[in-house]
């Protein structure tokens, strides 16, 4: 029948916690950016250029999170499927009819 799959609600969880992060720390970073350029007196530096590659990366770790949890989810439904199939009862054989 095969071998159980792997549990998939902490990689959901991982998944959705990463992508949030990850999208905060991107409006963190554009808006350290924005700041930056409409400041009077600033040399523009860029400062929300690390917030953003690292939103980024966090992001991105997070989706993969996400998607290999619902991969496992998926797998989970069909394990279920495929060890109820066997439990079904059989369907009662038909007698053949002969046409009139």
Known sequence: MG?????SAGLIVTGLI???IG????????TANAAEVV????TPSSP?????VFGAIIGLMGLIAL????YNLASGI??????????????????PTEAA
Request: hydrophobic share 40%; glycine share 12%; no cysteine.
């Open 18 to 20: 990463g992508t949030t």
């Open 48 to 52: 929300g250029t690390g917030w953003i």
């Open 78 to 95: 069909d394990y279920l499927v495929r060890r109820a199939a066997p439990k079904a009862p059989a369907a009662a054989p038909v007698a």
């Open 67 to 70: 998607v290999s949890g619902f």
């Open 39 to 42: 400041s009077r007196y600033s």
């Open 3 to 7: 071998k159980t799959p792997a549990p």
């Open 23 to 30: 999208g905060v720390l991107n409006v963190v970073g554009t």
